[in-house]
């Protein structure tokens, strides 16, 4: 005899069990929160060109990051990265300059 078919799953099933999306573009606050920075350092970097992104829309004063903009930030200034649950401390430098 067959086995029965497995059960039906609903579409809250499958949303409840599968994996958060990957955020992928970031508001000046998400950077913020993420990096344990204040909004301030945030535009700071910005407007000096330390990280780059783009102002929405062009002209104004509301700026988005992508991901790997801030990644690439977060490396070069040695900060920590919250993104997705997952803290990524910084690089520690050894006496001597060697990590």
């Known amino acids: 005899m067959p086995a029965p078919p497995p059960p039906a ?3 809250a ?9 990957v955020k992928e573009i970031f508001s000046t606050g998400d950077v913020a929160r993420a990096c344990r920075i204040s909004i301030a350092v945030v535009i700071k970097a910005f407007d000096t060109g330390l990280l780059k992104g783009y102002l929405l829309p062009p002209g104004r ?3 988005r990051f992508t991901r790997g903009q801030v990644e690439r930030f977060r490396r070069e200034q040695g900060l920590p990265f919250d993104v997705d649950g997952k ?5 520690t430098i050894a006496p001597g300059g060697r990590p």
């Open 87 to 91: 803290w990524r401390e910084p690089a």
């Open 9 to 11: 799953t609903t579409a």
């Open 13 to 21: 099933q499958s949303a409840a069990t599968a994996p958060p999306p």
């Open 61 to 63: 004063k509301i700026r």
